[in-house]
């Protein structure tokens, strides 16, 4: 291969949600783009995440058996076959380059054996799931959510450690076909980043289906035993069990990738630090300014862009290649935001604007954050403990499902919604909703949220009758009265 042919505009290191979307659209954008992958082209949401869970949650609701639901889940997952997300991008003109990225100076990076290299980097490696240091961890038959996504087996006696989104997700799946489910939470309460009616309203439909919660407490010892693991808990307690599903952590993947020859600090217990452009921030690069500046140059407006230069960029870097490097971006689980795709799909947005010369700066007030259980719980912007401790000032008004006409018509009596305005600037900053379909008839809050739009406004929005999405009129209506 020519020098110039290992040469592109942008290099997109991983190839899962973000990766993706980013390189199709830079290349339907005319920019010559090489996106590297190691493993499936699709990453982690397809195969082992959103995709199959989601489909084994549906699976729960229709009643369908297990059998069917496996087959059912590897299908959805594309039975693990990253083929066709390969031949998108590569009809989209998209080089893939199969293989383990490392960087290996500014401006290039080595795949194989083979150096390529580039103007702009995008890294979008992803985040892994991490296991605690637990006496008799590592002997034990222990899941991570991937096996559990991928493996036919259906455990006797479960124990769900961490009650994640996806650790609740599981246990409700795997409750949900006989498995006898016990989650551990070291929280006192599920969901304890959200308002506190949604931790106990989801903790409160597990337990109505039979999952043993024990929360407060952590797995302090396991020990194999003649028919599974003897599990010993932090509160004196003891439990056996046939599998051990470990949700209590992921880390940004972001060691090994030879990013600290770009002048950026490499901390595996945080994700890479951006700036709101999503450009990466670099420490002390050879020849950039010190602490804290963006990576790379001024992103240069290219052929079809509206450009508007962003003003704020770092120095030049030389390559040592006779290139000179542009730009590093990071977008997705790497950033250290996630773990969530649909952010992932907007930070990969803002670089794309942003590698293509139109400044673009991600807003974050309005991102949902979803439990995806029967009920579901959903939630965004500020949270009652979240506003507690960024020092703003909530007004919190709510209303029961029960008492909405369309849990008469399903005869459904759970769920319940709450708004949360600003008392200072009178306007919506959060939401947290559980009910059937919550992530569905709230959309119009994260709008509202991210839109600022005036309450009286709000209150002049006529809901379908009967729909739940109608929960949300009176304690607007209040709102607007107590501010
Ligand atoms: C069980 C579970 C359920 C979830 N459900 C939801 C949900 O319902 N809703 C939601 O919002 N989020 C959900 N998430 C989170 C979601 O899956 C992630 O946020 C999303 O996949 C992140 O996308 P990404 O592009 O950042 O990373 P990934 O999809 O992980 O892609 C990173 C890619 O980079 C590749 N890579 C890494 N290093 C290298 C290298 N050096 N060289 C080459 N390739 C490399 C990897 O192989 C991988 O393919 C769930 C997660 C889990 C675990």
Not at 108 to 120: K, N, P, Q, S
Not at 161 to 169: K, L, N, R, V
Not at 192 to 198: K, R, V
Request: charged share 20%.
């Amino acid at each position: 291969m020519s020098v110039a042919q290992n040469h592109h505009d942008v290099v997109v290191l991983g190839g899962g949600t973000t990766g993706r979307l980013i390189s199709t659209e830079l290349a339907r954008a005319g920019c010559t783009v090489a996106l590297v992958e190691n493993a499936l082209a699709g990453g982690e949401s397809p195969y082992f995440a959103c995709m199959p869970a989601k489909s084994l949650l549906h699976s729960t609701r229709r009643g369908e058996t297990w059998e069917l639901a496996i087959a059912r889940r590897d299908e959805v997952a594309g039975n693990l076959d990253g083929t066709s997300a390969a031949a998108r991008m590569a009809e989209a003109g998209v080089t893939v380059l199969r293989g383990l990225g490392r960087i290996s100076g500014p401006g290039a990076i080595r795949v194989g054996t083979v150096t390529y290299t580039f103007t702009d980097l995008v890294v979008c490696t992803g985040s892994e799931p991490t296991l605690p240091s637990i006496d008799g961890l590592l002997d034990a038959p222990v899941w991570t959510s991937d096996e559990a996504l991928v493996c036919a087996d259906l455990p006797r006696r479960l124990v769900v450690f961490g009650a994640d989104p996806a650790g609740c997700e599981l246990a409700q799946v795997y409750a949900s076909y006989g498995s006898q489910v016990t989650v551990i939470e070291s929280a006192r309460r599920l969901l304890g980043a959200e308002a506190p009616f949604a931790g106990d309203m989801l903790g409160g439909a597990l337990r109505r289906m039979g999952i043993d919660l024990r929360l407060g407490v952590t797995l302090s010892q396991i020990r194999r035993t003649e028919f599974g693991v003897r599990v010993a808990l932090s509160d004196g307690g003891v439990l056996d069990a046939d599998r051990i599903l470990v949700t209590t952590g992921r880390r940004p993947r972001i060691t090994d990738l030879g990013l600290e020859l770009l002048g950026v600090a490499v901390d595996p217990s945080r994700g890479l630090s951006v700036d709101p452009t999503c450009r990466v921030l670099v420490t002390d690069p050879p020849g950039l300014p010190a602490s804290g500046s963006p990576a790379g140059l001024v992103p240069r407006p290219r052929a079809g862009s509206t450009a508007q230069a962003d003003t704020d960029a770092g120095a030049h870097a030389g390559t040592g290649t006779g290139q000179v490097a542009g730009s590093v971006w990071a977008a997705g689980d790497v950033t250290g935001t996630g773990p969530s795709p649909h952010l992932a799909r907007y930070q990969a947005r803002v670089v794309v604007s942003n590698v293509l010369g139109v400044r673009r700066e991600a807003d974050y007030r309005a991102i949902p954050r979803v439990v995806h259980t029967t009920p579901s719980v959903y939630a965004v912007g500020f949270s009652p403990p979240s506003a507690d401790a960024e020092g703003v000032d909530l007004l919190a008004a709510g209303y029961d499902l029960a008492s909405t006409a369309r849990a008469a018509v399903e005869d459904d009596d759970g769920g319940r919604v709450e708004l949360y305005a600003d008392r200072v600037r009178g306007v919506l900053v959060g939401a947290a909703a559980v009910g059937p379909y919550a992530e569905e008839w709230m959309s119009e809050i994260a709008l509202a949220i991210r839109a600022e739009t005036p309450l009286s406004v709000l209150t002049d929005v006529v809901h379908a009758f009967p729909t739940y999405g109608e929960a949300i009129e009176v304690p607007l209506r209040e709102l607007v009265e107590r501010l």
